[in-house]
């Protein structure tokens, strides 16, 4: 079943209109799909429907809603702020984390940030960054898009973090402890990492069972890691630095790796 991306305000009673007119031409001149044909609709913020095409036009077209599809929400909150890499390497990060299922992506500026943003580039490449994250939103079947934020300093963000109650930050920049160690003692009793862990003697074996973390933030440095001031800085606001083990990974790869341990361990998959 094809599915599109709908604003709330197009969504009014049993009826959907569909205006843009990227969308208009996916659907009526390249799946060529004629009234009476059924398609998929969600609104971005977690609400999706199935409907039926009524009406066909130059400017819009309009789709009656069949049925509310109920989806189960993700449990797990996770916010993913990047050290801008080179290149176009932050439009992947955007597409795969929101595969993921990423909640919130802030691309930082750092010390061994090469890129240095100008506004112009922040304003084009915001763009891009949401078109990208809505495409991969349609393709894995989300019902919610990220939220992306603007390019800011690492000084700036970690205000924001401070609530959070497990703030992860792979680093090779300090002595850090293993993913493995710190994640069994935040994962749910019935989470498969603990039973492997409590049968092995493992980090988490002996605690005590406690509701897991519901919000994550991850910090991922850009090429170069993190500096040790900033390590030591984001320690001071709850950040805990940790190891993804003895091979050095690309700052891209390293994001990845640690979202899908996190909703791994802590239940989400």
Do not use: N
């Amino acid at each position: 079943m094809h599915r599109f991306f709908v604003p709330p305000d197009r969504i009014r009673g049993s009826t959907i209109t569909v205006d843009d007119p990227q969308q208009l031409h996916h659907i009526q001149g390249v799946l060529r799909l004629r009234v009476g044909d059924q398609l998929v609709c969600f609104d971005g913020q977690g609400l999706e429907y199935l409907g039926t095409i009524t009406r066909k036009g130059r400017a819009e077209l309009l789709v009656r809603i069949d049925r509310q599809i109920l989806r189960t929400q993700e449990g797990l909150t996770l916010w993913l702020a990047q050290g801008l890499p080179k290149a176009d390497r932050f439009d992947w990060v955007v597409q795969k984390a929101t595969e993921l299922g990423v909640t919130r992506l802030s691309p930082l500026i750092t010390h061994h940030t090469i890129v240095r943003p100008t506004k112009k580039f922040c304003e084009a490449k915001f763009l891009r960054w949401q078109r990208i994250a809505l495409e991969a939103a349609k393709q894995s079947g989300r019902t919610t898009i990220p939220t992306i934020d603007p390019p800011q300093s690492f000084e700036t963000l970690l205000p924001l973090i401070d609530q959070v109650p497990l703030i992860l930050m792979p680093t090779l920049a300090v002595t850090a402890v293993p993913l493995s160690e710190v994640l069994p003692a935040c994962a749910p009793a019935a989470s498969p990492v603990l039973a492997f862990a409590r049968k092995h003697g493992g980090a988490g074996a002996g605690r005590k069972t406690q509701a897991p973390p519901k919000h994550v933030a991850i910090l991922i440095g850009p090429e170069g890691d993190f500096s040790r001031e900033e390590v030591a800085l984001a320690e001071t606001h709850g950040a805990r630095p940790t190891s993804l083990g003895p091979l050095t990974l690309r700052s891209e790869t390293a994001a990845l790796v640690t979202l899908a341990i996190v909703r791994y361990t802590l239940g989400s998959v």
